[in-house]
């Protein structure tokens, strides 16, 4: 089954055949191993820092994509040097334009270290028949790492919370492309590169009097066969000090795959969803602020409502909070052609600011708790039967 999908709900993994101020950084490139691993003596082909100019500029979003997608990095698959690279350096990024360590208002994760290490036991996974040369021992726990950063809240709504994601890993090297390399430049380091210039920019901007706190989260594994496990092995850090806390996260934005507009000519909001007439229920807390923002985006082609698939916003939307999953179909998902070459820069870096405003409008909604409230029952009134995680 195929990721590339008609206007109807869209399926993140359906190709998958067993699957505030600006910080003064110097040279941002450098950072220690984020795991227990020792990282071989490859030079990076590439790793110019890319929180130098203005964020939502060409220049901005090609120095990240084209530092993640370099083959030197292996397509950052989970068991490669590369993705321990990718790791460190986007940690560099969050330090350098300007994010605090960890997310203190979220106890479980650090509060003082950008890292947040974590394990999966070998027994967990499912090969996948789209990687080749993985090898799965049963026996062994797997590293792995989140990168986490944090804009403090101000006011009455500091002890909320809105997410902010975006996954760093990707495939290497494919067993259904005779072992060529994929280098995951659209999947993700597009929405990498989103993260990193949303970040840049919010930081700097004067906080208002009242801002829920921003966590920008990197998750350091998101592909099968290790799926999702990033994204819940934070909710689970969480979860294992209080249940409660995760009713401080009032809203998730995932950015996957958004740097291919140019493909299908449109930008889905997965998520984004209306209430069904008669059912009682409001307008998901991203269809209600997507609707404000769109006359100041009509260069885009903005599809709503839709549900949307196999990334990491399931995490979220299974823990009952609403979410908005940014996303444009790809012709060369997971294949040897997801290069930087590809990546259309001017709608990318549109889709980005789009994602930066509906991240302040969330920030500061007033009406946002009672919506965070219903959300899971609003869900099942607009898509009955189905669950955050069906397949098509």
């Known amino acids: 089954m195929e990721k590339r999908a008609p206007r109807h709900l869209v399926s993140r993994a359906s190709v ?18 984020p795991t227990p691993e020792a990282t071989p003596d490859t030079t990076p082909a590439d790793t110019s ?17 084209e530092t993640l997608a370099q083959p030197a990095w292996e397509g950052r698959r989970f068991d490669s040097h590369g993705l321990r690279e990718a790791t460190a350096w986007v940690r560099a990024q969050f330090e350098c334009v300007g994010l605090r360590p960890g997310a203190a208002s979220l106890p479980g994760l ?45 006011g009455a709504l500091a002890d909320e919370v809105v997410v902010l994601g975006a996954h760093i890993d990707h495939l290497g090297y494919s067993g259904v492309h005779d072992g060529a390399l994929i280098v995951g430049a659209n999947d993700d380091a597009s929405g990498i590169s989103a993260l990193i210039a949303i970040a840049k920019q919010l930081a700097s901007e004067p906080a208002p009097p009242s801002r829920r706190t921003l966590v920008f989260a990197a998750w350091g594994v998101e592909e099968d066969p290790f799926y999702l496990r990033g994204s819940s092995a934070f909710m689970a850090a969480i979860d294992a000090v209080n249940p409660a806390t995760q009713g401080r996260i009032m809203s998730y934005l995932n950015f ?3 740097g291919t507009y140019k493909d299908k000519g449109s930008v889905y909001l997965l998520g984004a969803f209306d209430a069904p007439e008669g059912t009682g229920f409001r307008a998901s807390p991203g269809h209600r602020v997507a609707r404000t923002l769109m006359s100041d985006y009509r260069d885009l082609d903005i599809a709503l409502d839709f549900r949307g698939e196999s990334s990491d916003h399931v995490t979220f939307c299974e823990a009952g909070i609403p979410y908005v999953f940014f996303w444009t179909e790809d012709d060369c998902y997971h294949s040897p052609c997801d290069e930087p070459s590809r990546i259309d820069y001017t709608h990318l870096l549109r889709i980005a600011e789009l994602g930066a405003d509906m991240a302040k409008a969330l920030a500061t909604d007033p009406a946002l708790g009672s919506a965070r409230a219903e959300f899971e029952d609003a869900f099942l009134a607009a898509f009955p039967g189905e669950t955050c995680a069906t397949a098509e």
Do not use: K, Q, W
């Open 49 to 65: 820092s890319s929180c130098e100019g203005a964020p939502f500029s060409e220049g901005f979003f090609r120095r990240v994509i």
């Open 16 to 33: 998958v055949l067993a699957l505030v101020g600006v910080g003064a950084c110097g040279s941002c490139s450098g950072a220690s191993d």
């Open 110 to 154: 650090p509060g003082a270290d950008f890292f947040h290490h974590f394990e999966t036991d070998g027994d967990e996974v499912t090969p996948a028949s789209d990687v080749i040369g993985y090898v799965y021992d049963p026996d062994r726990t797997y590293p792995f790492t989140n990168v986490i950063g944090s804009i403090p809240g101000t």
């Open 256 to 258: 996957d795959m958004i």
